[in-house]
C-alpha cells in the first residue's frame, strides 16, 4: 500500500518532520535540476521557502531574507552559467544551520561582490548576499572552481527576534 504521502505535490503539504531527538542522518534536506532560464528562479525560491518553513522551522521573516539571498545566487548561475540546467540543494546542518548551494556546473572566475554605479540597472546581487548574510550572521562563498554559490545561516541567529526584519 503506498503511504500516506504518496502524490504530495508540494513540501508544504507533507507533514513535518519530528523536530526532536532525531538523527543527523535525518535531517531535513532537498536536491533539485532547475533549467537555466529567469521564470525557473521563481521555482527555486517557492521551494525553498516552503523547505525552510515547513521543514527547517525558520521565522517566516528569516525566511524571506534568505529567499532573497537565494534569488540572486539562483540568477547569477542563470545569466553566467553556461549549461541548461542548474541544480539547488539545500540541508540542515547538525549544528541548526540551514545551508543551500546552487552549481550551474560551469568552473568560472570566482565572482566578487562590486559597487554598481547608480546608473548601471545590474550588478548589485552579490553586494546585497554579502550584506544580507552578514546581518543573518551567516557565511557565503564559491566552490574553488565558481562553479557552486553557497551559503549558510543559523536558524537562530544570534540577538534574533521573531518579527525583526534584517533590511536596516
Request: proline share 10%; with cysteine.
Amino acid at each position: 500500500m503506498p503511504s500516506k504521502d504518496a502524490g504530495t505535490s508540494t513540501l508544504m503539504e507533507m507533514p513535518p518532520p519530528p523536530s526532536v531527538g532525531r538523527p543527523d542522518s535525518a535531517l531535513p534536506a532537498f536536491c533539485i535540476a532547475l533549467r537555466s532560464q529567469a521564470p525557473y528562479v521563481k521555482a527555486a525560491r517557492r521551494a525553498a521557502r516552503a523547505w525552510v518553513l515547513r521543514w527547517c522551522a525558520m521565522p517566516e521573516d528569516q525566511a524571506d531574507v534568505l529567499v532573497l539571498v537565494l534569488s540572486e545566487l539562483c540568477t547569477n548561475a542563470v545569466v553566467h552559467g553556461r549549461h541548461d540546467s542548474y541544480e539547488l540543494r539545500g540541508w540542515m546542518s547538525a549544528q541548526d544551520e540551514v545551508c543551500l548551494e546552487v552549481n550551474d556546473h560551469s568552473p568560472s572566475p570566482i565572482p566578487v561582490p562590486r559597487h554598481a554605479g547608480s546608473e548601471c540597472e545590474n550588478g548589485r546581487g552579490l553586494l546585497l548576499v554579502d550584506v544580507l548574510i552578514e546581518q543573518m550572521g551567516g557565511a557565503w562563498g564559491f566552490s574553488e572552481d565558481g562553479a557552486r554559490a553557497w551559503c549558510r545561516v543559523p536558524l537562530k541567529p544570534p540577538g534574533w527576534r521573531s518579527g525583526r526584519t534584517l533590511l536596516r
